[in-house]
């Protein structure tokens, strides 16, 4: 990850692409540049990265802090982030895209599996055809568990 960032001397930043592949994957990798959640989750596993080798005892690789502290911002125009740096059509000419830019509210885990996640445990709390005639029959309905939900209707 350290070794993919390049410094830019004019910016005085590291950047990522290009080339490089988006999240979306529709946009031309050859002239993709500083991709937002690619940028958001660059920097984050970074951290993690040099967290993991303080609880192993070992020291921080300063190179990785350097990159870490440096890495180009996230790309914004009127205060919201674009898909990435050269992409101000974001939310015109691109707005069907792939939903990337929820991944850097944080940034949160964001892979296309927590839709099936939300859905199981929606499942669990409204119910389906055939489930237990009882509130959240997908909890156990021994008392161990308070599930409150708003608005679920079973599904079919």
């Not at 984050?44 to 990159?67: F, I, M, N, S, Y």
């Not at 974001?90 to 940034?107: A, D, Q, R, V």
Request: charge should be negative.
């Amino acid at each position: 990850m350290v070794s993919f960032a390049f410094f830019d001397e004019a910016k005085q930043q590291y950047v990522l692409g290009p080339p490089i592949a988006t999240v979306p994957e529709n946009t031309n990798y050859v002239q993709s540049w500083n991709p937002t959640f690619e940028l958001s989750y660059w920097r984050t596993g970074l951290r993690w990265a040099q967290a993991w080798r303080e609880r192993l005892g070992l020291p921080r690789k300063q190179k990785w802090d350097d990159v870490i502290q440096k890495l180009a911002p996230l790309p914004e125009q009127d205060g919201v982030y674009l898909s990435q740096e050269n992409m101000p059509d974001t939310y015109t000419k691109m707005n069907w895209e792939h939903p990337s830019l929820i991944g850097p509210g944080g940034p949160f885990p964001y892979f296309p599996t927590n839709g099936g996640i939300l859905y199981a445990v929606a499942l669990m709390a409204a119910g389906w055809d055939g489930a237990p005639d009882y509130p959240a029959p997908g909890f156990p309905n021994d008392g161990s568990w308070v599930v409150r939900f708003e608005r679920l209707a079973p599904a079919p």
